[in-house]
């Protein structure tokens, strides 16, 4: 399977422990995106990464959450100290660089914070 | 701000029955239109990218079309697996080259 993989599917946690998700982009893609889906909701932009550098940030990244893109291969977001607002879907996407062009989605992790 | 709104929220359409979902859109200058198919619990599906008005694209029961306000997804004599929420996505304008903003979907349901 050459899509983008997740990992992993699914993590509950407790409110207040730190969590860490994996993004394993298209190969031949340079562009990495993670957004963040509640129930009902469309996707909703995080942060994007354009080969290792971070880009752009929304203002709805907190200062609780990092990503990183370590050699630009795959990327890791992070969220320390959960809090149940943080329950939702969380969605990685890659691109390729030229143009404006769609972006190809992971099957997503699933948070659900006790 | 870019702003996206799809309608209706929900369809239930029986099997063979066609219909059209709206996906209406404000930016300062569009640079792509975006459809995506999203089943429970998995992350949305690329569909097809539009570019300008005028614009049409096809895949099995499936066409696209974008104006200068609003895009339709048609579907022509849909199946029970054509069941789904279909999102709708633009970039440009205030959202930064490759910032996409989504609508929250029409969920679609097709009884056979």
């Known amino acids: 399977d050459t899509g983008v993989s997740q990992d992993p599917r699914h993590k509950i946690t407790k409110r207040g422990q730190n969590v860490t998700f994996r993004c394993d982009p298209i190969?031949?893609?340079?562009?990495l995106y993670w957004y963040r889906q509640t129930l009902g909701q469309g996707p909703e932009f995080l942060t994007y990464f354009q080969n290792e550098a971070q880009l752009e940030k929304s203002r709805l990244l907190s200062d609780r959450f990092s990503a990183e893109r370590p050699k630009g291969s795959f990327s890791t977001l992070e969220i320390q100290r959960t809090e149940q607002g943080d329950s939702a879907m969380y969605l990685c996407?890659?691109?390729?660089?030229?143009?404006?062009?769609?972006?190809?989605f992971g099957q997503g992790t699933r948070l659900t914070v006790v | 701000e870019d702003q996206v709104t799809q309608s209706p929220e929900a369809l239930r359409l029986q099997e063979g029955e066609s219909s059209s979902l709206n996906c209406s859109y404000t930016?300062?200058?569009?640079?792509?239109l975006f459809w995506y198919r999203q089943d429970p619990g998995k992350g949305p599906e690329f569909l097809f990218t539009?570019?300008?008005a005028g614009e049409e694209k096809e895949k099995e029961r499936l066409k696209a079309t974008l104006t200068k306000k609003e895009s339709f997804l048609h579907i022509t004599a849909p199946k029970p697996e054509d069941s789904a929420t279909y999102l709708c996505?633009?970039?440009?304008?205030?959202?930064?080259?490759?910032?996409?903003?989504f609508g929250t979907g029409t969920k679609l349901q097709v009884i056979p």
């Open positions: 996407a890659s691109s390729v660089v030229q143009g404006v062009t769609e972006a190809f």
């Open positions: 539009l570019y300008s």
């Open positions: 190969s031949e893609h340079n562009r």
């Open positions: 930016v300062s200058g569009l640079r792509g």
């Open positions: 996505a633009l970039a440009g304008g205030s959202g930064g080259y490759q910032k996409v903003t």
